[in-house]
T-cell receptor
Framework: GAGVSQTPSNKVTEKGKYVELRCDPI?????LYWYRQSLGQGPEFLIY????????DSGLPNDRFFAVRPEGSVSTLKIQRTERGDSAVYLC?????????????FGPGTRLTVL | DQQVKQNSPSLSVQEGRISILNCDYT??????FLWYKKYPAEGPTFLIS?????DKNEDGRFTVFLNKSAKHLSLHIVPSQPGDSAVYFC?????????????FGKGTLLTVNP
């Protein structure tokens, strides 16, 4: 079966531009997560969706970052006025049931480079 | 401040020998621990996990040990195979309402030499 997919795989943009990163979770998974992995670091939690709503967005670094999941499936991470420090691999993950420890299945990530 | 620490950035072992990857944590609210494996240009894939009510969990060649009093866990791979060469991340999550949020270490690059 299909795993988590993310597009684009690579994105190069200029400082100040707006970018959108897309995540297609595993079909039927209700939970969706975004993480950011900077060079030499482990993934860092950004936001968690349960269905259509953002249950926890405490990891978003500032108000330039926003994510949506309007129909409870595909999610888009949006970054406004990009800065060089936003350069990282953005990972999306999804998991099944609610309220239990569940394996999070990760996509391959989108490598964002801000010049 | 890193709540999950993997102090060895890299480890090299010979094929057939044991690989031991270590992880320390500082947050006493963590009660579930996971190991993920990551190949280049791929997302992390789940390997094995352990709940804080246990001190050992085994799955084939992979065993995770948890020492709660020392806030330390380790992943043992035996025998190691060249295909095990990857970055290994230790991750932890809390209980109840925060059990979805994984906190990762920086990772350890394991190289298994034929």
């Amino acid at each position: 079966g299909a795993g988590v997919s993310q597009t684009p795989s690579n994105k190069v943009t200029e400082k100040g531009k707006y970018v959108e990163l897309r995540c297609d979770p595993i079909s039927g998974h209700t939970a969706l997560y975004w993480y950011r992995q900077s060079l030499g670091q482990g993934p860092e939690f950004l936001i968690y969706f349960q269905g259509t709503g953002a249950a926890d967005d405490s990891g978003l670094p500032n108000d330039r970052f926003f994510a949506v999941r309007p129909e409870g499936s595909v999610s888009t991470l949006k970054i406004q006025r990009t800065e060089r420090g936003d350069s990282a691999v953005y990972l999306c993950a999804s998991s099944g049931s609610l309220g239990t420890y569940n394996e999070q299945f990760f996509g391959p990530g989108t490598r964002l480079t801000v010049l | 401040d890193q709540q999950v620490k993997q102090n060895s950035p890299s480890l090299s072992v010979q094929e057939g020998r044991i690989s031991i990857l270590n992880c320390d944590y500082t947050n006493s609210m963590f009660d579930y621990f996971l190991w993920y494996k990551k190949y280049p240009a791929e997302g992390p894939t789940f390997l094995i996990s352990i709940s804080s009510i246990k001190d050992k969990n085994e799955d084939g060649r992979f065993t995770v040990f948890l020492n709660k009093s020392a806030k330390h866990l380790s992943l043992h791979i035996v025998p190691s195979q060249p295909g095990d060469s990857a970055v290994y991340f230790c991750a932890a999550s809390g209980s109840g309402g925060s059990n979805y949020k994984l906190t990762f270490g920086k990772g350890t690059l394991l190289t298994v030499n034929p």
